[in-house]
């Protein structure tokens, strides 16, 4: 990921970490917080978004709070940290290699 990249998608993100992305160490990170930002897409309103469908469990007319968004985006940035990595290992997944697409 290119440094205009970078700054784009700290500028986009909203996890309250966000300042780690910009670290040299913070691949997997980076890579996670991408996608998820394509996943959370908002632009088309017609389809419903991964985050709206954790949050808004009752009623299709429901969405996510900020808070609920700032949360979910802090949590899915660290599942890339050291400790995130070391948790889904523990719990049986593992990476064979990063490719970011």
Request: net charge neutral.
């Amino acid at each position: 990921m290119s440094n205009k990249e970078i700054d784009n998608l700290i500028k986009k993100s909203i996890g309250i970490y966000k300042y780690r992305l910009k670290n040299d160490l913070s691949e997997i990170e980076r890579i996670l917080v991408k996608k998820w930002h394509e996943m959370n897409n908002e632009d088309n309103l017609a389809t419903r978004t991964t985050i709206d469908c954790l949050f808004t469990i009752h009623s299709k007319n429901e969405f996510p709070t900020d808070r609920d968004k700032i949360v979910a985006e802090t949590i899915i940035q660290w599942l890339g940290t050291n400790v995130g990595c070391c948790f889904l290992q523990e719990c049986g997944f593992y990476r064979s290699k990063i490719e970011e697409k």
